[in-house]
Nanobody, 115 residues
């Protein structure tokens, strides 16, 4: 049974940091590209960062230089380190694992950036 579970969300002040974790099971984690998406209220879901199975990374322009995606294949976990958070980073953050036609999503974790 495939499971993707995000954790680490919460409330933080502008300029603060959070680290999100995504624990995966039920599939060959190391063979999958892993991504973080986010969806703010009233907006469409957007890609935040992606890490390939060979650890090549891409980032949305809005988070470049502030967020870092990484993966630990031994722990079947992908991380998103978020620094210098801004109010516009407020959203539900979702983890996604995909390979070819296989596509798995978690249920999300809420990040709120507010003073």
């Amino acid at each position: 049974q495939v499971q993707i579970v995000e954790s680490g969300g919460g409330a933080v002040q502008p300029g603060g940091s959070l680290r999100l974790s995504c624990a995966a099971s039920g599939f060959t984690f190391s063979s999958y590209a892993m991504s973080w998406y986010r969806q703010a209220p009233g907006k469409e879901r957007e890609l935040v960062a992606r890490i390939s199975r060979t650890s090549v990374t891409i980032y949305a322009d809005s988070v470049k230089g502030r967020f870092t995606i990484s993966r630990d294949n031994a722990k079947n976990t992908v991380y998103l380190q978020m620094n210098s958070l801004k109010p516009e980073d407020t959203a539900v953050y979702y983890c996604r694992g995909n390979m070819d036609y296989m596509d798995y999503w978690g249920k999300g974790t809420l990040v709120t950036v507010s003073s």
